[in-house]
């Protein structure tokens, strides 16, 4: 029960963890499956539609029900702690943004048993989604899962806005921030600007296809170009905004594990804010084949290719940070070392994809496949394992195991490469993307074969992580401040796990890595900026569980034009914001004499 | 820290930005507004995509829209926004009787402007201009009825805005509300004049 009404960000960070982890198992055990029929030619393991239906939803689940929440979670985890903030600028509505999200998630994963998932890939290309050929209620669950579940994005992107903006401690000036805290920043703007797009495009098809409206039907004057246009304009910076807090992990366990300051710390900032910049001006290049006409292909394809430029710098960063560090390879550090080479790779796959001529011949091969999946995975997931490894002590108390931990990283960084390295050569030699399966000899066997042992591995490498989640849990909770004893941002001068009220007195802070340097100065904490005295907090709140169970059902009413159960949800929710908007809640204090020992159980 | 830091009749200038609540409320919303932005953007797109699309038979904008009907519904938005400005100066100087008056006379007008609205729709419907006509219509009633239904979202919020206040006054918990009520009245203000200007002056003759 007080998992449900929690408002305090570092539960709802293990919430996400939590609800992220489980759809990530789905996810992966989707791939899994994928991979299982395309081992061998002509497989008939699972039938095409399945096929379909599995495609589609291990990328759905994988980008908005996994990679996004685990983000979120090391965020709720840590960025407060990190800017010297007691608490997130809405509490309340961090909640909220956790649970449409998992409520969304649960909608888009009841179509397995509601008779069947959708089947028209991630992208969701009209016409293919249209009613015309996606006829069961697949692509219903589809467009109103994610637009719940992005409604709760799009609440925690403004939530961190305003916190970071807002509730920095004293001295904590923007050029001070940790560079994870600035990756988040600059995710969370691009949320708010992309989110909304994404949410128009899924109206329009709803529109579509449960009111009859013509946006994407030719033969009524729609347009399908359109909607490319209106996805990728969001989903072009979706990627940016999974790859960036990935990069702000890496940023601070190469420096913590190095023992040295982040290489061109202000350089790292102007590349991030450039990213984010520039990954709202490439969409098109997802559309080079589509004829959009040579001048427009000649832009994006440039703009695209600048995007190598801050990437660039954002790489001989880390290495020169490492250069010359006395470096401890702990588990958390191997996976961000492992992240480096990786992501180069991928990035390098990006700007062979970004010329259009040579795009019209990697286009919707295995090539791709290879490309998103080096960068998604092999940045994004790498970075997620760093920054676990990194910050479970901060987030539970304990240390994972490091043996354990090792085998994980071995096993899931040799099963990704094996998985998508020979990827890149399927598509040279002309293996499409998206099939459920190929003809004998065309020369894919062996590589598709190794392909699939790779992604067993992956496999088992999750499960040694969560063999080390398990045998982590019975151990008793004592991780110091301090665990990796070299920790340089605020998050590690206060008790492992945090206490609710985070910070008993607000620190100063006095420069960048504000926690090392009064370290070099000989002092084990930070100087106060405020006298001991009460600490308001907010009170939990069981609304916002409730405000996501009336969107739930009013998802379920609309999909079946059940107009009395779509009123009765909408009633639900907007009775919720009515109740919260005239209750005056103002909290309660935790007084000086109570301030020790309430840290977080979990 | 507190909510209640201020002494009865004793507000500070601007109440709104008394604490940190009301800080982070603002500025929260100011960056609500940008996402909403780009929500209206991606429909005006879409509509600019869509509008010449009308199909055989069906009325074409210059036929459907009647630019008195639509300058009367623009001025009635307009004074709203006035006199929201009205409340909220009178909120700052703390008279809060004049600033109830002031948020009464929006929530009449924004009412008067979605009678219009409801009976422009009415009138189109019947012309043979439905929702599933085609791509024109369904572009134009999502991209005007998004706008609709943000103004009757803002009517009933500003009312029960006013009741709280009836029952508890102003004061640094209220004051953040309703000032972040104007600023969302102004905005979808602001997107009225684009679609005057995008749906029916651009419909009209360009």
Redesign the interface.
């Known amino acids: 029960m007080d998992w449900l009404t929690t408002v305090d960000h570092k539960k709802i960070g293990i919430l996400y963890l939590i609800a992220g982890g489980f759809f990530f198992l789905i996810g992966g055990l989707e791939a899994i499956l994928i991979r299982i029929q395309l081992w061998r030619p002509l497989n008939d393991f699972v039938s095409a539609s399945t096929f379909n239906e599995l495609l589609t939803m291990h990328g759905t689940t994988m980008i908005f029900l996994a990679a996004m929440p685990l983000l979120f979670a090391l965020m709720n985890a840590v960025v407060p702690l990190q800017i010297g903030a007691r608490d997130v600028a809405f509490p309340f509505l961090n909640s909220l943004g956790f649970w449409t999200f998992f409520f969304g998630g649960v909608l888009l994963n009841v179509s397995w048993f509601a008779g069947g998932a959708p089947d028209a890939g991630w992208t969701s290309y009209v016409p293919l989604a249209s009613p015309l050929y996606s006829e069961g209620k697949g692509v219903d669950y589809y467009v109103i899962g994610l637009q719940i579940a992005g409604i709760g994005t799009l609440i925690g992107g403004i939530n961190f806005l305003a916190t970071i903006i807002n509730m920095r401690a004293p001295g904590m000036s923007f050029m001070r921030m940790p560079m994870f805290t600035w990756t988040v920043f600059i995710t969370s703007a691009l949320i708010l600007f992309a989110f909304p797009a994404l949410a128009v495009g899924l109206v329009a098809l709803m529109f579509d296809r449960l009111f009859e409206a013509n946006f994407f039907n030719v033969n009524n004057g729609g347009n399908t170009v359109l909607w490319e246009h209106i996805f990728w304009i969001f989903g072009h910076p979706e990627v940016y905004i999974l790859i960036l807090p990935a990069f702000g992990v890496i940023s601070e366990v190469i420096s913590t594990f190095s023992r040295k300051r982040l290489f061109g710390y202000s350089s790292m900032v102007f590349a991030t804010v450039l990213i984010g910049f520039l990954g709202f001006m490439v969409w098109a290049h997802h559309m080079f084949t589509v004829g959009l006409g040579p001048v427009a292909n000649a832009l994006f394809s440039i703009a695209t290719m600048l995007i190598a430029v801050p990437t660039g710098i954002k790489i001989f960063n880390w290495l020169f940070t490492m250069w010359g560090g006395s470096i401890r390879f702990t588990t958390a550090n191997m996976f961000a070392v492992g992240f480096v080479p990786t992501f180069v790779m991928g990035g390098v796959t990006g700007v062979m994809l970004a010329s259009a001529p040579a795009d019209y011949q990697y286009h919707d091969t295995y090539f791709v496949v290879a490309h998103f999946h080096y960068v998604i995975v092999g940045g994004l997931i790498l970075g997620i394992f760093a920054g676990l490894f990194y910050w479970w002590p901060k987030m539970f108390g304990r240390m994972l195991n490091e043996t354990l931990g090792k085998i994980c990283f071995w096993l899931f960084f040799t099963g990704f490469h094996l998985t998508f390295f020979v990827q890149h050569f399927l598509g040279l030699m002309g293996m499409p993307r998206r099939i459920y399966t190929y003809l004998d000899g065309l020369g894919f066997n062996n590589m598709n074969l190794i392909s699939t042992v790779g992604a067993i591995l992956m496999g088992l490498g999750t499960i040694a992580f969560l063999i080390n989640i398990v045998i982590t849990s019975m151990k008793p909770k004592n991780a110091a401040y301090d665990p990796w004893e070299d920790g340089r941002t605020l998050e590690w001068t206060i008790p492992s796990p945090a206490p609710e009220y985070n910070f008993a007195q607000t620190p100063l802070v006095r420069g960048y890595d504000a926690f090392w340097k009064e370290k070099m100065e000989g002092k084990n904490a930070m100087t106060p900026a405020e006298p001991l005295g009460p600490i308001h907090m907010p009170s939990p709140s069981i609304l916002p569980f409730i405000m996501s169970i009336g969107l739930f059902i009013a998802g379920f009413g609309l999909m079946y034009h059940q107009h009395i159960i779509t009123i009765a949800g909408l009633v639900i929710t907007f009775g919720c914001m009515f109740t919260r908007s005239v209750k005056d809640d103002h909290g309660f204090h935790i007084e000086p004499d109570e301030l020790h020992d309430k840290g977080v159980k979990a | 820290?507190?909510?209640?830091s201020h002494v009865d009749g004793q507000l500070p200038h601007e109440p709104e930005k008394a604490t940190?609540e009301g800080?982070?409320k603002v500025?929260?919303f100011w960056?609500?507004l940008?996402?909403?932005t780009?929500?209206f953007?991606?429909?005006f797109?879409?509509f600019l995509?869509?509008r010449d699309?009308?199909?055989d038979g069906n009325p074409t904008s210059q036929e459907l829209f009647q630019l008195p009907l639509v300058a009367a519904a623009t001025f009635i938005l307009l004074t709203s926004s006035l006199t929201s400005v009205f409340a909220i100066q009178a909120m700052h100087t703390n008279r809060v009787k004049s600033m109830l008056n002031w948020l009464i006379l929006t929530v009449l007008l924004g009412a008067g402007f979605l009678g219009l609205e409801i009976y422009e729709f009415y009138h189109y419907v019947h012309e043979g201009h439905g929702?599933?006509?085609?791509?024109?219509?369904?572009?134009f009633y999502?991209l005007v009825g998004f706008h609709g239904a943000h103004v009757a979202f803002g009517v009933f919020w500003i009312t029960?805005l006013i009741?709280?206040t009836f029952r508890?006054g102003l004061n640094t918990?209220t004051a953040p509300?309703i000032y972040v009520a104007g600023m969302y009245w102004h905005f979808i203000d602001v997107v009225w004049v684009f679609i005057f200007t995008v749906v029916y002056l651009m419909g009209k003759v360009g």
């Open positions: 820290m507190s909510a209640h940190l800080r982070n500025l929260g960056l609500f940008g996402g909403e780009v929500l953007g991606t429909l797109s879409a995509a869509l699309q009308v199909g929702f599933t006509t085609s791509a024109f219509s369904s572009s999502t029960m009741v709280q508890k918990t509300k």
